[in-house]
């Protein structure tokens, strides 16, 4: 069957589109192209299927072999617990922002099972792993800015400590999102922070850059940013 669904996602390659996004991803040299409709699509078919057979023999060779998998679990129906048990074997799999991110925004089975996938997802928010960091990152974006948690998930993010481009990015990203949806918590906590310098200033562009912030509260934004000028 392996061989199959890897016939399919070459048959499904754009050389155009694998140029455009070897060059969002520089650091993967193994993507053949194949946009995300079409992954999604094919997932949730195998989903549909004997899916725990198929994760337990896919290959890995190319980016969209990975994200495939990745988007299986999202898809699969299962209890949490065997959900989470295949997402702790996936994770280690990560190896670029998008992998991470079609992966976490698949995991929808997590706003059933909030506080079980919270728990979850505490020893990735503390990791040295670039991307098992950003995973945890991501997930608390995609599911977790909401009443009961956003003085939690300010907290997280503040703590999210790593040198990693693609972390620094996931938090300011995070930060952003937390800002609109609850500007007065994430105002007092942008004025107290232990942000470092890029990922402050990074976190406040993102802010100005949403339609949703008027033009009053952009520039008050603005005038917060860090002088990193040596």
């Known amino acids: 069957m392996e061989q199959t669904i890897r016939e399919r996602l070459l048959a499904l390659a754009d050389e155009e589109y694998r140029q455009f996004h070897s060059k969002l991803v520089p650091d993967t040299d193994n993507i053949l192209g194949v946009r995300l409709p079409h992954l999604r699509k094919l997932a949730k078919e195998l989903a549909r299927g004997d899916w725990r057979s198929y994760l337990k023999a896919a290959p890995a060779d190319y980016n969209e072999e990975i994200i495939l998998q990745g988007l299986v679990i999202g ?113 007092a906590y942008l004025k107290q922070n232990t942000l470092d310098d890029f990922t402050y200033n990074k976190a406040l562009q993102k802010i100005t850059e949403s339609f949703r912030v008027d033009t009053e509260t952009k520039n008050l934004i603005r005038g917060m940013k860090r002088n990193i000028m040596k």
């Open 75 to 187: 898809y699969a129906k299962a209890d949490i617990e065997e959900i989470l048990c295949h997402t702790a074997a996936f994770v280690p799999k990560i190896n670029n922002w998008g992998v991470c991110d079609s992966f976490c925004t698949s995991l929808k089975i997590t706003k059933k099972y909030q506080a079980q996938v919270w728990e979850f997802l505490q020893p990735y928010l503390q990791s040295r792993e670039e991307f098992e960091l950003r995973f945890g990152i991501v997930m608390l974006l995609s599911f977790y800015i909401k009443n009961e948690y956003i003085e939690q998930v300010l907290l997280r993010l503040d703590s999210a400590k790593h040198d990693g481009y693609y972390v620094k990015m996931a938090v300011a990203w995070a930060i952003s999102l937390c800002f609109i949806n609850y500007p007065e918590q994430t105002m």
